[in-house]
């Protein structure tokens, strides 16, 4: 358990921290921090995500779209048999869940700030992160409306391993039971890692598009397992975003998440004598970042959409959820509010996804996060917003 401190007594409860001498003392939440945030509740109807992926009803009544999105999950399954470290790498991605995805996804930081972050959060001395990231599904940051729990009773639908027994291949390693009997639709596990690295990406957003990327991957390796299909994920990373956009549009949550990305830095600084934009650079220079910008936020489009067959119009315009602009709040800062949704309007995927909701609401499918922040953006005279990259 993390790290928190009593306000009054100062008595502190969970792991303490490694203590190191000249080492920055590090200062845990308050009891404070435990209640009190306005989106522990879904701004969306019946308080959880449904409303963003309804067009799942939709799907289950349309037989070609339900077997494209078996045919690839099969394909991905399958592919994946002669590939150990990838089957090892998904693996471990369906245990993090319950224990540590920071763990996990801090790989996506480069060699140099990963490892500076993994010993920190080892030695308990990030506790603020811990508390809002970490600590599996008790994370400060989750929560209930952002489970996918819900979601999946209502759409009640059978994962890939339960629909093709004998197509599927399994890859259990003896360890834990990777293959849970919980409904399919969204992946929750896609959500958590989506959450997780988008608001990462906002604390470190030198790494942002690598981080977003590291998601995808997590979610990705869901489909590797043959517990849910490419669908799935894609839902689950529409609700994650969604959940972590509501969490940045919430003042105090907001202000936690500042005051853990100073805490992050601040022991990375002591620690390695070097700033976060410093070790990037280093691990740039090295050629140990996770991936270059540039393949990053290439690779990342590949598991924005899973190349499904457009479904709907495919000359729909972009409609920028009225929640999303704050998701680029870290990677553009200059920018204002209606500036940043031009941005994510500009960088959207194509329309036409059976994902993709194209009325009043907006796509959250079609959002491309790791083009949106690694976008170079410049201001016309007239105010016109000019996307690059």
Same mark, same amino acid.
């Given at each position: 358990?993390?790290?928190?401190?009593?306000?009054?007594?100062?008595?502190?409860?969970?792991?303490?921290?490694?203590?190191?001498? %000249?080492?920055?003392?590090?200062?845990?939440?308050?009891?404070?921090?435990?209640?009190?945030?306005?989106?522990?509740?879904?701004?969306?109807?019946?308080?959880?995500?449904?409303?963003?992926?309804?067009?799942?009803?939709?799907?289950?009544?349309?037989?070609?779209?339900?077997?494209?999105?078996?045919?690839?999950?099969?394909?991905?399954?399958?592919?994946? /048999?002669?590939?150990?470290?990838?089957?090892?790498?998904?693996?471990?991605?369906?245990?993090?869940?319950?224990?540590?995805?920071? $763990?996990?996804?801090?790989?996506?930081? %480069?060699?140099?700030?990963?490892?500076?972050?993994?010993?920190?959060?080892?030695?308990?001395?990030?506790?603020?992160?811990?508390?809002?990231?970490? $600590?599996?599904?008790?994370?400060?940051?989750?929560?209930?409306?952002?489970?996918? &729990?819900?979601?999946?009773?209502?759409?009640?639908?059978?994962?890939?391993?339960?629909?093709?027994?004998?197509?599927?291949?399994?890859?259990?390693? %003896?360890?834990?039971?990777?293959?849970?009997?919980?409904?399919?639709?969204?992946?929750?596990?896609?959500?958590?890692?989506?959450?997780?690295? @988008?608001?990462?990406?906002?604390?470190?957003?030198?790494?942002?598009?690598?981080?977003?990327?590291?998601?995808?991957?997590?979610?990705?390796?869901?489909?590797?397992?043959?517990?849910?299909?490419?669908?799935?994920?894609?839902?689950?990373?529409?609700?994650?975003?969604?959940?972590? /956009?509501?969490?940045?549009?919430?003042?105090?949550?907001?202000?936690?998440?500042?005051? /853990?990305? &100073?805490?992050?830095?601040?022991?990375?600084?002591?620690?390695?004598?070097?700033?976060?934009?410093?070790?990037?650079?280093?691990?740039?220079?090295?050629?140990?970042?996770?991936?270059?910008?540039?393949?990053?936020?290439?690779?990342?489009?590949?598991?924005?959409?899973?190349?499904? /067959?457009?479904?709907?119009?495919?000359?729909?315009?972009?409609?920028?959820?009225?929640?999303?602009?704050?998701?680029?709040?870290?990677?553009?800062?200059?920018? @204002?509010?209606?500036?940043?949704?031009?941005?994510?309007?500009?960088?959207?995927?194509?329309?036409?996804?059976?994902?993709?909701?194209?009325?009043?609401? %907006?796509?959250?499918?079609?959002?491309?996060?790791?083009?949106?922040?690694?976008?170079?953006?410049?201001?016309?005279?007239?105010?016109?917003?000019?996307?690059?990259?």
């Amino acid at each position: 358990m993390p790290q928190l401190r009593e306000p009054v007594t100062q008595q502190s409860t969970g792991a303490a921290p490694v203590q190191h001498p %000249g080492a920055p003392v590090p200062e845990p939440f308050s009891t404070d921090y435990i209640a009190g945030f306005e989106s522990d509740v879904s701004s969306y109807q019946f308080g959880n995500y449904w409303q963003v992926v309804q067009l799942f009803d939709h799907i289950k009544t349309q037989p070609e779209i339900r077997q494209e999105n078996m045919d690839k999950a099969l394909a991905i399954n399958n592919a994946a /048999a002669g590939d150990s470290a990838l089957i090892r790498r998904a693996q471990a991605d369906a245990k993090a869940s319950s224990t540590s995805v920071l $763990n996990a996804v801090s790989d996506s930081m %480069g060699k140099n700030l990963g490892d500076a972050f993994r010993t920190s959060l080892a030695e308990h001395r990030l506790p603020k992160t811990e508390y809002l990231l970490g $600590n599996g599904y008790a994370a400060r940051a989750g929560g209930l409306a952002n489970s996918t &729990m819900s979601e999946k009773y209502y759409f009640n639908y059978q994962r890939p391993y339960q629909r093709a027994p004998q197509a599927i291949k399994r890859y259990d390693d %003896g360890s834990k039971d990777l293959y849970p009997t919980s409904p399919a639709f969204p992946s929750g596990h896609t959500n958590q890692a989506t959450w997780i690295t @988008t608001l990462m990406s906002f604390m470190l957003p030198e790494v942002g598009p690598q981080l977003m990327l590291r998601g995808a991957e997590a979610g990705n390796h869901r489909v590797v397992l043959g517990v849910h299909y490419p669908l799935d994920v894609i839902g689950g990373r529409m609700t994650g975003q969604a959940a972590a /956009a509501d969490r940045l549009n919430d003042k105090r949550m907001r202000h936690a998440l500042w005051e /853990a990305s &100073m805490e992050v830095r601040k022991e990375i600084k002591w620690r390695t004598g070097k700033t976060v934009e410093e070790l990037v650079a280093q691990d740039r220079a090295e050629g140990t970042d996770y991936r270059s910008t540039d393949d990053a936020v290439e690779q990342y489009s590949t598991f924005m959409d899973y190349d499904f /067959a457009p479904r709907y119009h495919t000359d729909a315009p972009m409609v920028v959820p009225q929640a999303a602009p704050v998701l680029l709040a870290a990677s553009h800062p200059e920018l @204002t509010w209606n500036q940043r949704a031009e941005v994510l309007r500009q960088t959207a995927r194509p329309a036409g996804n059976p994902l993709d909701w194209q009325a009043e609401g %907006g796509s959250w499918q079609r959002l491309d996060l790791a083009r949106a922040m690694a976008a170079k953006v410049t201001i016309a005279p007239d105010g016109g917003v000019n996307v690059s990259g």
